[in-house]
């Protein structure tokens, strides 16, 4: 569906402006992107206005998706199925309120996955030379560790889903 859509609208814009220098597979790529965010936001917003959860939604899509620009992480096959997934998971984790000592405690087991697996899967969708990762990982560590002092369910919650999606068979 999102594929779909985002090669009707490159392939518009193409006809629309010839002399455009993207490719239709650039274009299209780049909407797809666009698209999955925009579809992910609206869906999740949306869920969570109905169930009273925006702040803990936000604040998880927010965090999820800092921390996965820096990690990277698995990716589904479509656009449809990661729209889908996150946006379950982002709205049905926003009733999750953790302890003080889980929070800690799921940050701490975030730290050291992003220790163990990060950056994953980058390589393909990132311009970062790898001679950067370290510096990626270091980043993402120090973001994480923020929560040991804040200790906020939510940042637990996304920090350890996202770390979670580091992990390579």
Do not use: W
């Amino acid at each position: 569906m999102i594929e779909t859509l985002a090669l009707r609208m490159a392939t518009h814009i193409k006809s629309t402006i010839p002399d455009h220098p993207a490719s239709v597979a650039v274009l299209k790529h780049s909407l797809s992107i666009v698209l999955n965010v925009a579809f992910i936001v609206c869906l999740t917003m949306g869920a969570a206005l109905l169930t009273g959860k925006v702040k803990e939604a936000s604040l998880m899509l927010v965090m999820f998706a800092i921390l996965r620009q820096i990690t990277g992480g698995i990716h589904l096959k479509t656009g449809i199925g990661c729209v889908l997934v996150t946006s379950i998971v982002c709205t049905a984790l926003s009733f999750f309120t953790l302890s003080y000592k889980l929070s800690i405690g799921a940050t701490i087991l975030s730290i050291i996955l992003i220790l163990i697996y990060a950056p994953s899967g980058i390589e393909k969708q990132s311009r970062i030379p790898k001679r950067y990762y370290p510096l990626l990982k270091t980043i993402a560590v120090l973001l994480v560790g923020t929560n040991l002092v804040f200790a906020s369910s939510i940042l637990a919650i996304s920090f350890l889903i996202q770390s979670i999606t580091l992990i390579r068979r």
